[in-house]
């Protein structure tokens, strides 16, 4: 059976023209690309010169329009922003429309509310490329990893940010001058601080946390922390001791005995952090991404590729185009997969105290160069519980030193408690740098 599938696109910028591409040059892909009619399309200005080419009469400048077009079966979000991609988001599923979406910020913050609507509804909303670009790995937490207890998931899901960590490391150049490169190669926006202030990746790693511990998170009390204050000092220091810096996004269980009863303490956060050159994150350079996840029994399994640009997001905009196009052509109807999450929310969780959070910790003090002074921030460490792996004296001048200390896991407010006590010294000028450390 050859049922024609309606199209409304809301949106055609960077993702939208992508998607566009690929329903135009159908040869050679699913046979079901080609049953896709691509009917109507919302934009911001119908003038505009575009590198795609579509006819005049399927554009509007009114996206209620296209979810209002009866030819319509599945809506694709993909204008971005909070308001009003949800409310499109929510009039399409009142509408009996499925939807796929690749907005991580409507996700992260509304996608128990979008999840109740579609199952009411009956119809579907896939969010494939929300996370991680080209990469599945929405699916797979659903479906394929269903059967494990994840017990962490964790991953470099910002392009942006990879691509300026990397070239720091590997040239050396300073993170303005690559930030305006990346701005001038489109990999950075006119804006970045959604980027680099760890704003997209907090996004992803909410939804992330939710297909695979089974329940929603407060997505603004994720502790984020980007790279807009990372020296290029600590960059090089950590590749004289054996690590490389990205920023992770962490989402794992810290009460593992927690009852199904009671609500998952979850630690989750954003922030740069130290990685060992041999460990599978490291190898991760450029726009590329990797989310790795670790549970029983699998063990752990990695996800790899490009997490941003036009081809890779609008590749998985279309398989879940495909996704939900298969479902209405076997003619099974709902069941076939869950709305949005697998998991449905079948259990509470919560953001845990971050205090609480362990982990190991990359710390940079400024000290004077005298006798003692090492000796002295081990007493505060150690007053803590806090045990130090390797503490290391770099650049000794002007009776000035810095002074490096990697610590073994520890919760943050023990370390919290002895950053202050060896602020307080008086040979210690400061603390200058504070990261985690795998």
């Known amino acids: 059976m050859n049922k024609r599938i309606g ?82 988001i929510l009039s399409s599923i009142a509408s009996g429309k499925s939807v796929v979406t690749a907005n991580k910020s409507v996700i992260a913050r509304y996608g128990e509310e979008i999840a109740s609507a579609a199952s009411k509804a009956g119809v579907y909303v896939l969010i494939e490329a929300a996370v991680g670009g080209g990469i599945p790995i929405i699916e797979p937490l659903k479906q394929s990893l269903g059967a494990n207890r994840i017990e962490r998931v964790s991953g470099i899901i910002n392009g942006t940010t990879n691509y300026i960590l990397s070239r720091m490391a590997k040239e050396g150049v300073p993170f303005l001058k690559v930030l305006k490169e990346a701005q001038q190669l489109g990999f950075a926006e006119a804006d970045p601080a959604s980027d680099i202030e760890g704003i997209d990746a907090a996004d992803k790693i909410a939804i992330l946390s939710g297909l695979a511990f089974g329940g929603s998170v407060d997505r603004e009390a994720i502790p984020t922390r980007g790279i807009s204050d990372l020296n290029a000092l600590d960059i090089d220091y950590a590749k004289q001791l054996g690590f490389c810096v990205k920023l992770l996004a962490v989402c794992e269980c810290i009460d593992p005995g927690t009852t199904e009863e009671e609500s998952l303490p979850l630690g989750i956060r954003v922030q740069p952090t130290l990685i060992p050159f041999d460990h599978p994150l490291a190898g991760v350079n450029g726009v590329n991404n990797a989310i790795l996840v670790e549970g029983e029994p699998v063990g752990k399994v990695m996800f790899y590729g490009p997490g941003a640009g036009s081809g890779p997001t609008a590749s998985a905009v279309v398989a879940d185009i495909l996704n939900i196009a298969g479902i209405n052509q076997i003619g099974e109807g709902k069941g076939f997969t869950d709305p949005l999450l697998s998991a449905s929310s079948w259990r509470l969780c919560h953001i845990a105290d971050p205090k609480k959070v362990v982990q190991r910790n990359y710390v940079r003090l400024s000290a004077d160069d005298t006798p003692g002074v090492i000796g002295s921030i081990g007493t505060c460490f150690g007053n803590q519980g806090v045990s130090i792996q390797s503490i290391v004296q770099f650049d000794a001048c002007s009776e000035k030193a810095e002074i490096v200390v990697i610590t073994h896991e520890v919760s943050y407010g023990q370390m919290h408690k002895a950053l202050i006590a060896i602020d307080s010294l008086s040979e210690v000028k400061g603390v200058s740098a504070h990261f985690a450390c795998l």
């Open 7 to 88: 199209i409304g696109l809301l949106g055609l910028g960077t993702v939208g023209s992508g998607v566009v591409n690929i329903l135009k040059s159908a040869e050679g892909r699913n046979p079901l690309v080609k049953q896709l009619d691509l009917v109507r399309v919302a934009v911001r200005d119908i003038e505009r010169s575009r590198q795609v080419h579509i006819p005049s009469s399927l554009l509007t400048t009114n996206p209620q329009e296209v979810v209002d077009d009866p030819r319509v079966q599945i809506v694709v979000e993909v204008m971005g922003g909070i308001e009003p991609a949800r409310k499109l």
